[in-house]
């Protein structure tokens, strides 16, 4: 996915109230973005480091500009990290249209916000050929403490624990159901931050015994754009879960 115009660098000054950040451009002018992620943003969120903004194409838009990446200093070194949790959906769906998620293949259509379960929407249902259709959630993951894992949640996630048990249901009524976590920057590795949310770590891992498959991604991040990049393990207690391979 590239951006369609250029992002505009600056420095951060501050992250409050969750979605506003205060960013000095290169000339000095300060501006405020939105900040399209409601989680800690824990290491990303340094006052100080580089950032990129997409403008927005709308005047009447109060913000004028969307906190996109950030160069974070990592504990394998500095990378830039995708940090727009709304772009992961946009990310599995390209990718899903040049069949480059193994798992996925052979399926015609990937429908957008299917409601499923107790009032959810699942992010995708794929359907069409032939197979069975697959309930596919998608989860951002921007968290990294140790060189080459990345983690998630880097919160509590009450919601997407609730997911995980939804999905679970679709899988023991006969159904086929895939979490697919969008990894924002490179890693080598994916778990789960279990001791930010323990709840969500077992519902995951039950959801894996019952048959869940999941599958994890890295990106390739940088400022002309973002792209679902490669497949990398997933380190479950319980469960053996192996990479898909992308394809193409």
């Not at 259509?109 to 032939?130: H, I, M, N, Q, W």
């Not at 259709?133 to 990294?144: I, S």
């Not at 006969?174 to 709840?199: E, H, K, S």
Request: glycine fraction near 8%.
């Amino acid at each position: 996915m590239r951006f369609p115009t250029p992002l505009i660098e600056g420095r951060l000054v501050r992250r409050y109230k969750r979605f506003l950040a205060d960013v000095t451009l290169a000339d000095g002018t300060m501006v405020t973005a939105h900040c399209a992620n409601p989680g800690a943003m824990l290491g990303l969120n340094t006052d100080g480091f580089r950032v990129l903004l997409s403008p927005s194409a709308n005047p009447s838009r109060k913000l004028g500009y969307s906190w996109e990446l950030v160069e974070a200093e990592l504990p394998g070194g500095p990378q830039w990290v995708g940090i727009n949790t709304a772009r992961p959906n946009a990310l599995v769906a390209e990718a899903f249209r040049e069949n480059k998620l193994t798992p996925l293949i052979g399926y015609e259509t990937l429908r957008p916000e299917v409601a499923y379960g107790k009032a959810s929407r699942v992010d995708f249902l794929a359907s069409g050929g032939g197979l069975p259709p697959c309930h596919v959630e998608v989860k951002n993951c921007h968290l990294m403490r140790q060189a080459g894992l990345a983690e998630f949640p880097d919160c509590k996630a009450a919601r997407s624990a609730r997911h995980m048990e939804e999905l679970a249901h679709v899988v023991t009524a006969g159904g086929r159901a895939m979490l697919i976590v969008v990894i924002q920057m490179q890693a080598d590795a994916f778990d789960v931050a279990r001791d930010i949310d323990p709840t969500f770590d077992r519902a995951l891992r039950m959801a894996l015994e019952v048959g869940v498959e999941a599958y994890a991604y890295t990106c390739a991040v940088g400022p002309e754009g973002v792209a679902i990049d490669t497949p990398v393990p997933i380190l479950t207690p319980g469960a053996t879960v192996q990479p898909a391979r992308t394809s193409g």
